[in-house]
């Protein structure tokens, strides 16, 4: 792992773009009704859904309804909860384990990232995640040979799938299903809300961020991006969008500084270390419904660095163009550089 010592860079400003949790919705027309809208926490973090142009009872019960299916997701795709689906699996000793259909989809599309990436993206992670411990009160460095050891596990190769049945080949790995989870949630919360009649709605889920139809006025709706590490006090531009998802990647979601080094959580299957990249953000704007695909591409093209990311994008592109993919980069020397039809409005 290439230690570059970044102390001090948290304090800096720095001039990107970056999806987040926050959303600016009242930039609406005159005609149009304030949404009605629900948080909570979910997923390891803020999860928000705004209804619009539904009564308030009616939208409030979808909401609710929508925050325990999102419960319920997490209770099968999430490694932390004891007795999910994929807890199953890493406890299972390499025996097969009958999972749901829903696990057994995330699964595969987590599968199918890894292929795309050439092993950047790879959900055998699972023992090398909790090495990497982020959200310890002082989260330490792990040792070198717990690193090697936990190495030797990982290998999505070694992941079979047969319909709802799911068998690690290595009986030593664990799963890691976080890379994608938020977004393969976000497309069931999607069919959720219009199978339940919304036509206008905004799907937050902490940065993996879904817009159904758009505003009641017709126009887009203005995604916020916000700066860098200004505690959500300053804006750098908006997207505006409508049926589509935006997913951003970043190595500053969660990261601790030990010894003048800053170690982020974006980990490198092959070094057990946090992954040696020049870009410092990866947003992903793509239509509603790929929200699982973009949260995968987006921490692919992060791994992969600024020329990497760029092919792969330009790839995907050219074999899903009904994907309508864009995307935008950021160099841990502030420099921006987007796809040709990634569009980003200024701050007003």
């Known amino acids: 792992m290439r230690r570059k010592n ?23 027309g005159c005609g149009d009704k304030e949404p009605v809208s629900g948080t909570d926490e979910y997923l390891d973090t803020e999860c928000t859904i705004s209804v619009y142009g539904m009564k308030e009872k009616e939208a409030q019960e979808i909401i609710t309804g929508a925050f325990g299916e999102i419960a319920r997701y997490e209770s099968l795709l999430s490694k932390t ?35 795309l990436s050439g092993g950047d993206f790879d959900i ?41 049945e799911v068998t690690l080949e290595d009986s030593e790995a664990k799963l890691e299903l976080g890379g994608i989870a938020k ?62 998802t935006v997913v951003t990647s970043g190595v500053y979601e969660r990261m601790f500084e030990k010894d003048g080094v800053l170690y982020h959580h974006i980990i490198d299957p092959q070094t057990g270390y946090p992954a040696e990249t020049d870009l410092e953000a990866v947003t992903i704007v793509a239509d509603k419904g790929y929200s699982c695909f973009c949260d995968g591409l987006s921490t692919a093209c992060l791994m992969a660095g600024s020329d990497g990311a760029m092919e792969l994008v330009k790839k995907v592109q050219k074999d899903n163009p009904d994907m309508h993919i864009e995307a935008s980069f950021i160099d841990e020397n502030d420099n921006l550089t987007m796809t040709d039809g990634m569009v980003i409005n200024p701050v007003e």
């Open 6 to 28: 970044l102390l001090g860079k948290c304090s800096k400003i720095l001039v990107a773009i970056l999806l987040v949790s926050l959303v600016i919705i009242p930039q609406t």
């Open 81 to 115: 909860v004891e007795g999910s689906d994929v807890d199953r699996v890493n406890m299972a000793g390499g025996k097969t384990v009958k999972v749901s259909e829903d696990t057994a989809k995330a699964i595969n599309m987590g599968l199918e990232t890894g292929k």
């Open 124 to 164: 055998t992670v699972g023992r090398l995640t909790d090495l990497w411990d982020f959200k310890a009160a002082e989260p330490e460095v792990p040792s070198e040979e717990d690193i090697d050891e936990a190495v030797t596990t990982v290998e999505y190769g070694k992941v079979g799938v047969k319909g709802n």
């Open 183 to 244: 977004g393969y949630i976000a497309d069931r919360i999607t069919e959720y809300l219009e199978d339940n009649g919304v036509s206008s709605a905004i799907i937050n889920l902490g940065g993996n961020v879904v817009t159904i139809g758009s505003k009641d006025d017709g126009s887009d709706f203005v995604i916020g991006i916000e700066r860098p590490y200004s505690d959500r006090t300053e804006m750098v531009g908006s997207v505006s969008v409508s049926d589509k």
